[in-house]
């Protein structure tokens, strides 16, 4: 390959691996969001109740959204973009300082077709944007001349962006002091951004008054150590194995700048470490500090003149092996094969799209939560931008109660605290388990006085709304709402669709035919919404779902699709579509129809199911794999 086709042979190569993750946006970075867009539009850096609480841990992308919402973008694909361009410029960098030979573009390859750079640089969080400011920084500090200074502000950035990133940055430091340097014209580059991040961190912990930020003091101060970061660390390193043994047989570096390169890694490890692992998997802590050390090591290695066809096919075949594999486990091993028929179809299909059960749990408080009632929830993410919904985060993120209850151990003794009292108790209550779609059996202290009043259920877990009351908003307030979240997310069309079922359940036909061309405009074109957005009420990116309110419903079970619209006195047939050919799980439906015997039909054998006019329910279920069983309930459109 020659050196001008290696950067847009690289690129296209990047895109095409970091297709699949587009549009399935993190539910985490809705927090990001809505702290950037509150501190834009009201001045005050401040969750979206007011509260003066650090529920961020990435200030410096925030910042840049907050840019977003004063230059009215579309700060949901704004989020989406900067790590996008963070990558291009990692790439483009270690290109530049990569070898003209094979082995050079071998580890070209491997950096571009590493999963977790390819899925961490479209999702939407900040993990490639500081990955890229360590990348830089490093490359600065150890390989290029008279830059330590420029450097050192790099590293001061990234030191606000992620909150390891001040180990970077010390570590930084104390290499421009041990390792000899050119200090020509950096020094005051350096004090001027020394001084600009003591003046921040002055600013922050007199407008927070608090020295920890909640992020430090609910996932890290009352965790032990135990194996699960060393686990997962080892499943992320795995991965990148072809990356590491490309760069070794194209160059080597002295002894005591192999043990500076390293130095990125080795900080981003003991954070995963640390924190017993990362529930978000993908290598999202260990990714910025590979990309930090494979720039460092490109930036002062002494390049080989060749190497043997035997140690260039081993390598290659290492390469295309982990290519081949992502790190999806928490606290395990566990290596997952890529979908080669995901990648092939979502090329050229980059609209962007919500993944679920978000889009269901907003649109589930929209239509029932009345404006400014408080809810206590697990998690926050994209329910902490719903317009005039006073969110409480059991989980301490965005409320400091919680989160000092939980560093000192005493988070039930909190929550209990929070329930007990029946005059400043939350009228409604959101319980998740992420472990699987059972939920544990919750105390009566928790959910006396509440009645489930939604269960959202998919692949990978399960919701659970409770409420106190039986009050809802009116169809003006919804409407009104409505109109908020969708210019605050204009380019969501799993939104966009829920606001039109809402404005039709409301009577509004002119309204939700506008709201559903819309979504339909910009719908994910993947197989599995072949018959969406029009026939579809409840949606579902990439699991199997288990709730809905409207009529009709769409599912995927590992690679096969079904959707469907059904309504009284139609005749509802289950439509099935498959990738690859690939061998179906077993789908079995049943209509629970008062006018005769339950009725039970194989779709995959063109089977109809029937349901007069007083059916209201048909229930599917799909067995995804030898063990593992879905079940879908679907509510049918009144009359």
Same mark, same amino acid.
């Given at each position: 390959?020659?050196?001008?086709?290696?950067?847009?042979?690289?690129?296209?190569?990047?895109?095409?691996?970091?297709?699949?993750?587009?549009?399935?946006?993190?539910?985490?970075?809705?927090?990001?969001?809505?702290?950037?867009?509150?501190?834009?539009?009201?001045?005050?850096?401040?969750?979206?109740?007011?509260?003066?609480?650090?529920?961020?841990?990435?200030?410096?992308?925030?910042?840049?959204?907050?840019?977003?919402?004063?230059?009215?973008?579309?700060?949901?694909?704004?989020?989406?973009?900067?790590?996008?361009?963070?990558?291009?410029?990692?790439?483009?960098?270690?290109?530049?300082?990569?070898?003209?030979?094979?082995?050079?573009?071998?580890?070209?390859?491997?950096?571009?077709?590493?999963?977790?750079?390819?899925?961490?640089?479209?999702?939407?969080?900040?993990?490639?944007?500081?990955?890229?400011?360590?990348? #830089?920084?490093?490359?600065?500090? &150890?390989? *290029?001349?008279?830059?330590?200074? !420029?450097?050192? =502000?790099? /590293?001061?950035? %990234? $030191?606000?962006?992620?909150?390891?990133?001040?180990?970077?940055?010390?570590?930084?430091?104390?290499?421009?002091?041990?390792?000899?340097?050119?200090?020509?014209?950096?020094?005051?580059?350096?004090?001027?951004?020394?001084?600009?991040?003591?003046?921040?961190?002055?600013?922050?912990?007199?407008?927070?008054?608090?020295?920890?930020?909640?992020?430090?003091?609910?996932?890290?101060?009352?965790?032990?150590?135990?194996?699960?970061?060393?686990?997962?660390?080892?499943?992320?390193?795995?991965?990148?194995?072809?990356?590491?043994?490309?760069?070794?047989?194209?160059?080597? #570096?002295?002894?005591?700048?192999? &043990?500076? *390169?390293?130095?990125?890694?080795? !900080?981003?490890? =003991?954070? /995963?470490?640390? %924190? $017993?692992?990362?529930?978000?998997?993908?290598?999202?802590?260990?990714?910025?500090?590979?990309?930090?050390?494979?720039?460092?090591?490109?930036?002062?290695?002494?390049?080989?003149?060749?190497?043997?066809?035997?140690?260039?096919?081993?390598?290659?075949?290492?390469?295309?092996?982990?290519?081949?594999?992502?790190?999806?486990?928490?606290?395990?091993?566990?290596?997952?094969?890529?979908?080669?028929?995901?990648?092939?179809?979502?090329?050229?299909?980059?609209?962007?799209?919500?993944?679920?059960?978000?889009?269901?749990?907003?649109?589930?408080?929209?239509?029932?939560?009345?404006?400014?009632?408080?809810? &206590?929830? *697990?998690?926050?993410?994209?329910?902490?931008?719903?317009?005039?919904?006073?969110?409480?985060?059991?989980?301490?993120?965005?409320?400091?109660?919680?989160?000092?209850?939980?560093?000192?151990?005493?988070?039930?003794?909190?929550?209990?605290?929070?329930?007990?009292?029946?005059?400043?108790?939350?009228?409604?209550?959101?319980?998740?388990?992420?472990?699987?779609?059972?939920?544990?059996?919750?105390?009566?202290?928790?959910?006396?006085?509440?009645?489930?009043?939604?269960?959202?259920?998919?692949?990978?877990?399960?919701?659970?709304?409770?409420?106190?009351?039986?009050?809802?908003?009116?169809?003006?307030?919804?409407?009104?709402?409505?109109?908020?979240?969708?210019?605050?997310?204009?380019?969501?069309?799993?939104?966009?669709?829920?606001?039109?079922?809402?404005?039709?359940?409301?009577?509004?036909?002119?309204?939700?035919?506008?709201?559903?061309?819309?979504?339909?405009?910009?719908?994910?074109?993947?197989?599995?919404?072949?018959?969406?957005?029009?026939?579809?009420?409840?949606?579902?990116?990439?699991?199997?779902?288990?709730?809905?309110?409207?009529?009709?419903?769409?599912?995927?079970?590992?690679?096969?699709?079904?959707?469907?619209?059904?309504?009284?006195?139609?005749?509802?047939?289950?439509?099935?579509?498959?990738?690859?050919?690939?061998?179906?799980?077993?789908?079995?439906?049943?209509?629970?129809?008062?006018?005769?015997?339950?009725?039970?039909?194989?779709?995959?054998?063109?089977?109809?199911?029937?349901?007069?006019?007083?059916?209201?329910?048909?229930?599917?279920?799909?067995?995804?794999?030898?063990?593992?069983?879905?079940?879908?309930?679907?509510?049918?459109?009144?009359?």
């Amino acid at each position: 390959m020659t050196h001008r086709l290696r950067i847009p042979v690289a690129l296209a190569l990047f895109a095409l691996l970091a297709a699949p993750s587009w549009p399935g946006t993190v539910d985490d970075v809705y927090i990001t969001l809505a702290y950037a867009r509150h501190w834009a539009e009201t001045g005050a850096l401040a969750w979206t109740t007011g509260e003066r609480v650090e529920g961020y841990s990435n200030f410096l992308f925030m910042a840049l959204m907050a840019l977003g919402v004063l230059g009215r973008i579309d700060i949901d694909l704004l989020a989406q973009l900067v790590p996008l361009l963070s990558a291009a410029v990692v790439v483009a960098m270690v290109e530049r300082r990569l070898p003209h030979t094979l082995a050079g573009t071998l580890a070209l390859v491997a950096l571009v077709t590493w999963a977790p750079f390819n899925h961490w640089s479209v999702v939407g969080l900040e993990t490639t944007f500081y990955g890229m400011l360590l990348a #830089t920084g490093w490359v600065c500090v &150890l390989g *290029v001349p008279g830059r330590w200074g !420029i450097g050192i =502000a790099l /590293l001061a950035a %990234a $030191s606000i962006t992620r909150p390891e990133g001040a180990l970077q940055l010390a570590a930084a430091a104390a290499t421009v002091f041990l390792r000899p340097v050119d200090q020509r014209g950096a020094r005051w580059v350096a004090f001027a951004a020394l001084v600009s991040l003591a003046a921040y961190h002055a600013a922050r912990i007199q407008w927070f008054d608090a020295l920890l930020p909640t992020s430090y003091l609910v996932k890290v101060s009352p965790i032990g150590l135990t194996r699960y970061g060393a686990l997962q660390l080892t499943g992320d390193l795995l991965t990148a194995a072809g990356l590491f043994i490309a760069l070794l047989v194209a160059g080597r #570096t002295t002894r005591r700048d192999a &043990l500076w *390169v390293t130095v990125p890694l080795a !900080i981003q490890a =003991a954070t /995963l470490v640390r %924190a $017993s692992g990362d529930w978000m998997s993908w290598g999202r802590l260990t990714m910025p500090g590979v990309l930090a050390t494979v720039a460092a090591f490109a930036s002062v290695a002494v390049w080989r003149s060749g190497a043997s066809r035997a140690a260039l096919g081993l390598t290659a075949l290492v390469v295309v092996t982990a290519m081949c594999f992502e790190p999806r486990g928490y606290g395990a091993i566990d290596l997952n094969r890529r979908s080669v028929s995901n990648i092939a179809r979502s090329v050229g299909h980059l609209r962007h799209g919500l993944d679920t059960p978000i889009a269901e749990d907003v649109s589930w408080v929209i239509d029932n939560v009345p404006l400014d009632a408080a809810a &206590l929830v *697990v998690d926050a993410g994209m329910l902490g931008d719903v317009p005039r919904f006073r969110l409480i985060d059991m989980r301490g993120l965005t409320h400091l109660p919680a989160a000092k209850a939980i560093a000192a151990n005493r988070a039930e003794e909190w929550l209990r605290a929070t329930v007990s009292d029946a005059a400043t108790r939350p009228a409604f209550l959101r319980l998740a388990n992420w472990d699987g779609v059972v939920h544990p059996p919750y105390p009566d202290w928790l959910v006396g006085g509440f009645s489930l009043r939604a269960d959202l259920r998919y692949g990978g877990g399960s919701i659970r709304w409770y409420a106190a009351t039986d009050q809802r908003p009116t169809p003006a307030e919804r409407r009104e709402r409505w109109d908020e979240m969708l210019r605050r997310h204009p380019s969501h069309p799993f939104l966009a669709w829920h606001a039109a079922l809402s404005a039709a359940e409301t009577g509004d036909f002119a309204r939700a035919e506008r709201l559903a061309e819309a979504a339909e405009r910009r719908w994910p074109s993947m197989a599995e919404f072949r018959d969406a957005p029009r026939s579809l009420s409840f949606v579902s990116a990439t699991r199997a779902l288990d709730w809905s309110g409207g009529r009709g419903f769409a599912l995927q079970c590992q690679d096969v699709a079904v959707s469907r619209m059904l309504a009284p006195e139609e005749a509802a047939r289950l439509v099935v579509s498959f990738a690859d050919d690939k061998e179906h799980p077993g789908i079995r439906a049943v209509v629970d129809d008062p006018c005769g015997p339950p009725t039970e039909a194989d779709p995959l054998g063109g089977g109809w199911l029937v349901a007069c006019p007083t059916a209201r329910s048909v229930t599917v279920t799909v067995a995804c794999g030898p063990e593992v069983d879905q079940t879908v309930y679907v509510q049918l459109a009144s009359e």
